[in-house]
């Protein structure tokens, strides 16, 4: 018997560690094809259905391997749990006594320089009470990581504060590089062995690398990419660019803060960077005051918003121009005068041509806004940073093949001839889930249909007590539902917005009977066992807005090169975004539940078949009587004998 199938078996290592841990042939062929993939330098991408156990299944082989190993993942929560729970337990499974490292981007280490900055610097009450619970929590930190301090959201707004970006770090030249927290996880993480980072990093990594001006990572001889659905998402933000009016404001505070600590007068401060903030305020009003997104070509000729925009070039250059005066000028000063003069050079973009490669975009939202240029193809620059890195890529996730098929992932990474393998859900869907499509709804594009979901839902909810998420592809058909449901449903309903997501899933688990409505953010990366959830209901096939602008000239560029886009591009980004959504609904493997979809499309559209062929197969009915049986049904089975 291998290693791994040792290890993977009912009397390995893993089932004696880890109390109710069942072998899964999906888990062991899994391991067994990351290792083959390792040992060979070739490029593996694995979809590995809800309960496999994928994290063990690369962990595993990537530590037995004895090779430097990179892990990549698509979030900060994802990050924490390998680095302080799944990577240890898996460590102390295989006696494996190599370093290993965990490494985030900038902006989640505190930075000492800019802690100084801001207790110098006027704040609000709000703000100057966060910095004095920053300034005591470091004292005593080692690791300078913000998730430490819990008593502040990961979104407050003193975190830009206290934390530094590629665009103001002073880098060597900072008078606190010798104590600088990303230094030091940097240092570690060159160090290790086995390192956990994210996707961002990975990508900056392959930037580099491609551009021959340096690495922020060690040479690894594999990288394995988890939750690789968000690449191509990420990729496309992290090689486009943009201008927002946090940056031009953030340029404003900070030019006046560094020219305080250079010895310089605040009035001369405040008199060279208050025109750029009342133009930053400016530019935001002759947007308009709701919140909204689109092509940028559609806002060219806006006579108040071109002299606005004006406007804020003018006084960055009145900027400019007084940080180039300035003698002796600090690391500080000098880093405010390069950020300076990279956001004229982008906004220059948006006075000219726009570039054929990419798309020119705004979103304006609350007080904010951003001028984008996102590219229509990341497929180059993610190729070309993978031949900069010559090692074994394994990319996993839970959804990456439509249909059987992995053509779209491998189209929109570039990705060369690599070896797939598709493993299913180990969970008995045919016998724990039901699929309920509720007969005679209208085309969602009919004016009532968020009602008419309501009006089907309402009894399932009724059936499964509560218990339920809601997930729609919209806000503003989750606040309609929600304004009809208060009146029909005696549940507490527990909306997104209302609380942070961890509140309102701490919540939905306490109440035991909660009916929870979210939108894109509940699709994904949610997990809630047991009775608890007995019910996902989804409004409608989660197609992307065709009036999205970086879709709309990804959709003109496809149809340029004689495509068909809704075939290539959109019906599988929709297939791959439901397949998230119902992989909330059975999460172990005693979880029973009813999935209901609403849209007729399903049934109605040929395209329908892609999106069931794609599902885990479980019974599918229309008869609201089935839905009701098999949830009386979970509820008995569910019942513990001794009540």
Not at 413 to 428: E, V
Not at 468 to 487: N, P, Q, V, Y
Not at 523 to 543: N, T, Y
């Amino acid at each position: 018997m291998s290693d791994l199938q040792d290890l993977f078996s009912a009397g390995g290592a893993l089932s004696a560690r880890l109390t109710g841990y069942a072998p899964r042939d999906q888990q062991l062929k899994m391991a067994q094809a990351v290792e083959a993939a390792i040992e060979a330098r070739t490029t593996l991408i694995c979809e590995a259905g809800t309960g496999t156990g994928k994290t063990f299944a690369y962990l595993v082989p990537a530590l037995l391997s004895g090779r430097k190993v990179i892990v990549s993942t698509g979030t900060r929560n994802l990050q924490d749990q390998l680095f302080h729970k799944d990577v240890p337990l898996i460590r102390e499974v295989l006696a494996h006594k190599r370093r290993v490292a965990l490494l985030k981007g900038r902006s989640n280490y505190l930075c000492l320089h800019r802690l100084k900055l801001a207790r110098a610097g006027p704040l609000a009450a709000s703000l100057a009470s966060a910095v004095e619970e920053i300034t005591r929590w470091a004292q005593q930190t080692d690791a300078g990581d913000v998730s430490e301090v819990g008593a502040l959201a990961e979104d407050h707004p003193v975190w830009p504060r206290v934390t530094s970006t590629v665009d103001n770090c002073l880098g060597q030249e900072c008078p606190d590089f010798g104590s600088c927290h990303v230094m030091r996880a940097r240092r570690e993480a060159m160090a290790a062995d086995f390192v956990v980072i994210n996707h961002h990093l990975l990508l900056a990594n392959m930037a580099l690398k491609a551009e021959g001006a340096g690495e922020l990572l060690p040479s690894a001889d594999a990288f394995v990419v988890d939750e690789a659905h968000q690449l191509g998402d990420i990729a496309a933000q992290f090689f486009g660019e943009s201008v927002t009016g946090r940056q031009l404001l953030d340029l404003a505070r900070d030019s006046v803060s560094e020219a305080i600590g250079a010895g310089g007068s605040r009035g001369d401060a405040l008199t060279a960077t208050r025109d750029l903030e009342n133009a930053t305020r400016v530019l935001r009003l002759a947007f308009g005051t709701e919140s909204r997104r689109g092509p940028w070509s559609n806002l060219r000729g806006d006579e108040a918003l071109e002299t606005a925009l004006a406007r804020v070039r003018h006084s960055l250059e009145s900027v400019r121009n007084w940080l180039e005066s300035r003698s002796a000028p600090t690391r500080g000063i000098e880093s405010c005068l390069e950020r300076c003069r990279r956001l004229l050079g982008r906004l220059v973009h948006f006075a000219g041509e726009a570039n054929p490669d990419g798309v020119q975009w705004y979103e304006t939202r609350g007080r904010g806004f951003a001028l984008n240029w996102t590219p229509l193809s990341v497929a180059e620059p993610i190729s070309v940073g993978m031949r900069s890195c010559p090692s074994a890529w394994v990319f996993t996730s839970a959804t990456l093949s439509v249909d059987g098929g992995f053509s779209h992932f491998v189209k929109q990474l570039g990705l060369d001839s690599p070896t797939t393998l598709s493993l299913p859900s180990p969970f008995d869907y045919r016998r724990n889930a039901l699929l309920y499509l509720p007969p005679n709804m209208p085309d969602p594009s009919h004016s009532d249909y968020t009602r008419a979901v309501v009006t089907a839902a309402t009894p399932v909810v009724q059936a499964s007590r509560g218990r339920c998420f809601m997930l729609f592809t919209s806000h503003r058909a989750l606040r309609d539902a929600a304004t009809i449901l208060e009146r029909q449903v005696p549940y507490p309903l527990l909306l997104q917005g209302s609380a942070p997501r961890d509140e309102l899933l701490r919540r939905f688990r306490s109440s035991g009977n909660a009916v929870l409505l979210g939108t894109s953010s509940f699709w994904e990366g949610v997990d809630v066992r047991g009775q608890a959830l007995s019910c996902v209901i989804i409004d409608r096939l989660p197609f992307a807005s065709p009036g999205d602008p970086v879709l709309a000239a990804r959709i003109e560029r496809a149809k340029e090169q004689g495509g068909n886009p809704f075939r290539e591009m959109q019906i599988p980004a929709a297939v791959l975004s439901l397949k998230q959504g119902v992989g909330r609904l059975i999460r172990d493997v005693t979880d029973r539940g009813v999935m209901m979809i609403c849209d007729p499309r399903l049934l109605t559209r040929s395209y329908g078949r892609a999106f069931l062929a794609s599902l885990p197969d479980m019974p599918r009915s229309q008869s609201l009587d089935a839905v009701r049986s098999f949830l009386t049904e979970s509820d008995s089975v569910n019942e513990d004998p001794g009540d």
